[in-house]
């Protein structure tokens, strides 16, 4: 912890204050290591999927932020707060839902609609932070996000004003964005799939029921990841699955398999462009042709 800013010593005294912190290594967490990619950990025990893993790295995004000063300060970490741009936060690991406003129109809506409290001025807007947990949402109006449980948020400083209690308007948006209807034809989507077998996988060793079963337990990871991580879910899903076709002579229908981990991840709201990329770009860490 011999980095020469701020950084690391901005992280020890937050998590002395009681406020879970990680390293970003840009506006994202450092990527897990390859004992936790593409879950093959298990996933922490605290996150939506629980699991076993209790990797000493600062791997799972939100998952790995922490208040344990000798976690901070570990070789483990060592590497990350060396590469570290910025400071990270989980919110509702403190007790707050930051409400993170995009662009002058959004902080002018909420200027107009919400009740004033603690704020942090951003690169384009405002980070409104609040007393108060609840599930975190993406787009719950045009340049509006909110993040509390499952989510993090970058340290932009400590702002200005009096923090104000959870408002229900906050709570009405998230309940708003969590109840509109999927667009049509997204979640019936997968069905409709030409089922993966050896007619489009005719280089595959393995048997249908370890390609499906593998599948299934890949989709439902994705699945899970209503608050936030689909995207990155999906592509460390779609890496596994090619890893444990390296050793076929091909070809395995791996663009078959992915297409399904895509449909997934856009019925929990990833757009499909995304998810079409970081399905892709999974399939192919491998090296390995689909």
Not at 34 to 51: E, I, N, Q, T, V
Not at 252 to 262: F, K, N, P, T
Not at 265 to 275: I, L, Q, R
């Amino acid at each position: 912890m011999t980095q020469p800013t701020d950084i690391p010593r901005v992280a020890l005294a937050l998590a002395a204050a009681d406020v879970p912190v990680l390293p970003l290594r840009g506006k994202r967490p450092f990527s897990n290591c390859a004992a936790c990619s593409g879950s093959a950990c298990g996933d922490r025990p605290h996150m939506k999927a629980a699991g076993p893993c209790q990797c000493p790295r600062p791997c799972h995004g939100w998952a790995a932020a922490t208040t344990d000063p000798a976690i901070l300060t570990s070789p483990a970490w060592a590497p990350a707060w060396r590469a570290a741009v910025a400071v990270a936060y989980h919110p509702a690991g403190a007790g707050l839902t930051v409400v993170d406003l995009d662009n002058t129109d959004a902080v002018t809506w909420a200027r107009e609609h919400l009740p004033a409290t603690r704020t942090v001025p951003t690169g384009r807007g405002e980070h409104w932070i609040y007393r108060g947990t609840l599930r975190s949402a993406n787009n719950v109006r045009p340049g509006m996000d909110v993040k509390s449980r499952a989510a993090y948020a970058r340290w932009l400083g400590p702002g200005t004003g009096t923090m104000a209690d959870l408002p229900s308007a906050v709570r009405a948006l998230v309940v708003k964005e969590e109840t509109t209807p999927a667009r049509r034809g997204v979640v019936s989507s997968t069905p409709q799939r030409t089922t993966w077998d050896h007619t489009v996988a005719t280089g595959c060793r393995h048997t249908e029921t370890y390609v499906l079963t593998g599948l299934d337990r890949g989709l439902a990871m994705v699945r899970s990841c209503t608050e936030s991580g689909a995207g990155s879910k999906a592509y460390g899903v779609a890496s596994f699955l090619a890893s444990q076709h390296a050793a076929c002579p091909g070809p395995c229908g791996l663009d078959a398999l992915g297409q399904h981990i895509v449909d997934v991840a856009v019925s929990v709201g990833v757009p499909e462009p995304y998810a079409q990329r970081a399905v892709t770009r999974g399939l192919h860490s491998t090296g390995k042709a689909a």
